[in-house]
């Protein structure tokens, strides 16, 4: 049985730091393309960072460029998103999303984390 959980959300106020967290189970964690989304109220899903099974690429959206880094630990089946000078407009529900390249079916997500910019 295929299972993501995010952790880490919570409340931070502009500025701020925050980490999160995708404990992977179910699969073969390393050959999964892993990906964090971020959906705001009224808005749509959008992509905010991806890393290849291997670790090697990384990929941003433009709005978290140099303050968002993804990263993974393979051994640990965990994928992480650290935040950095964070705005209000992060205010989101974050979701990890583990992708088999060459098997567009094998895409699963998480239940979500809220995590909530504002003083």
């Known amino acids: 049985q295929v299972q993501l959980v995010e952790s880490g959300g919570g409340l931070v106020q502009p500025g701020g730091s925050l980490g999160l967290s995708c404990a992977a189970s179910g699969f073969t964690f390393y050959n999964y393309a892993m990906s964090w989304y971020r959906q705001a109220p009224g808005k749509e899903r959008e992509l905010v960072a991806s890393?290849?099974?291997?670790?090697?690429?990384?990929n941003y959206a433009d709005s978290v460029k140099g303050r968002f880094t993804i990263s993974r630990d393979n051994a640990k089946n965990t994928v992480y998103l650290q935040m950095s000078s964070l705005k209000p407009e992060a205010t989101a529900v974050y979701y990890c999303n583990a992708r088999l390249p060459w098997d567009s079916r094998r895409d699963y997500w998480g239940q979500g984390t809220q995590v909530t910019v504002s003083s």
């Open positions: 890393i290849t099974g291997a670790g090697g690429i990384t």
